[in-house]
């Protein structure tokens, strides 16, 4: 099945994707770290944290796998006070983290505004949550998934950590050593140059991250569609754009009232997003402008016969597969990304694809068989056909 080979390849090439990042064994470097919330003092360096055993979690204030594993993670630093150090990682901006903090009761955990990518560029996590566990060696002891993280695995990082202290591992260098050779991509919180791109990546943020969303919805409705379609033009334009609202609109509604979803024909049937003056649905955008007019129950077999003339206006030319990895992520991990850029959307979608598959996909070593997510059947067709 022509399908579940490209699954396979998409999935054995996101996992052996060159990470130039820290992996397990790696020695860390020292370095400044320059601004740090929820903490005794304001910076501090990567050694005077890693002074017992580290635990470096990467998060976003927009990622809800995030948001769900953070009282555990209280949890652990509590019991094991003295003991580990965990820190949280996110390349928001300074005032969207001290917003998320004074939000959260008995938040204790230390936060790092990493707006300059610095542990970012060093550690390069493809998909968030991303937990590094770091021996006060320098050594990096694991790369652990959030199932991964409990007393169990934290006691066994503590005697990991003492057997290479016996050993005599060298501790990390104290100069700051972040080379220049290291190089990503910050595609986080970074803008579209397109006004409109740059109006959904606020709305999809805002709606994520809890904030007030009711000015966006405003600033949609009242475009003009001669103002849409003349600012809105390419692919990677209509990819973003309307990646961004699709997931906005979703968090929005379920946020105003979480019972929608429990008839899930109706929620993403209804009618009730309103731009440039016509009305919408979450399947409407879906399959008829990001899938290019597909009949929803097809297996993407289908086109519709008749779109209308909007529909057809704002369509994509060519379907892009990923972007079912794209829309309202419900997966295990979330891609590092706050929302979608057009001058970038490549790349993002590739980082989805990767955190997806990784997340949902399961392969048996010993059969050779992998196990995908039902979404690629649903879908089949758009991810290149079942043949026998």
Not at 35 to 44: D, F, M, R, T, V
Not at 123 to 131: D, G, L, N, S
Request: charged fraction near 25%; charge should be positive; include cysteine.
């Amino acid at each position: 099945m022509k399908v579940f080979a490209i699954a396979i390849s998409l999935l054995f090439s996101s996992l052996a994707m060159s990470q130039s990042g820290y992996k397990v064994n790696d020695v860390t470097k020292n370095f400044q770290v320059n601004k740090i919330l929820n903490y005794s003092a304001s910076s501090s360096t990567f050694q005077q944290l890693n002074d017992k055993l580290l635990v470096v979690d990467f998060f976003g204030t927009w990622c809800i796998p995030c948001i769900r594993a953070l009282p555990k993670l209280s949890a652990l630093q509590e019991k094991y006070k003295g003991q580990i150090n965990i820190v949280l990682v996110s390349d928001e901006p300074e005032e969207k983290l001290i917003a998320f903090i004074g939000k959260q009761k008995g938040f204790a955990l230390p936060v790092i505004v990493d707006e300059q990518a610095m542990f970012t560029k060093l550690f390069q996590p493809p998909a968030y949550p991303y937990t590094a566990i770091v021996g006060k060696n320098g050594k990096v002891l694991a790369i652990s998934a959030q199932e991964e993280m409990n007393e169990i695995s934290i006691d066994k990082w503590l005697k990991e950590q003492e057997s290479n202290n016996v050993m005599g591992m060298t501790k990390p260098d104290t100069d700051s050593a972040v080379t220049s050779s290291i190089n990503i991509e910050k595609n986080i919180v970074e803008k579209s140059q397109n006004k409109l791109v740059q109006l959904s990546q606020d709305f999809m943020y805002a709606a994520k991250t809890g904030e007030q969303t009711t000015s966006f919805i405003t600033s949609l409705k009242d475009l003009s569609m001669d103002e849409l379609t003349a600012t809105i033009t390419n692919d990677n334009e209509k990819k973003a754009f309307w990646i961004n609202l699709y997931n906005a609109y979703t968090n929005t509604a379920l946020k105003n009232n979480p019972d929608q979803y429990s008839n899930r024909g109706k929620f993403f049937g209804n009618e009730f997003i309103e731009i440039a003056g016509k009305k919408f649905s979450l399947d409407g955008i879906e399959h008829g402008i990001l899938r290019r007019s597909k009949i929803k129950w097809s297996l993407g077999y289908f086109n519709k016969l008749f779109p209308n003339k909007i529909e057809k206006r704002l369509r994509v030319d060519k379907l892009d597969y990923r972007l079912h990895f794209a829309l309202n992520c419900g997966a295990k991990s979330c891609p590092p990304i706050a929302f979608y850029k057009s001058e970038t959307i490549d790349q993002q979608l590739d980082l989805a694809t990767k955190a997806y598959l990784t997340g949902e996909a399961e392969y048996d070593a010993a059969t050779n068989i992998v196990k995908l997510p039902t979404l690629m059947s649903w879908f089949r067709r758009d991810f290149g056909g079942k043949r026998k």
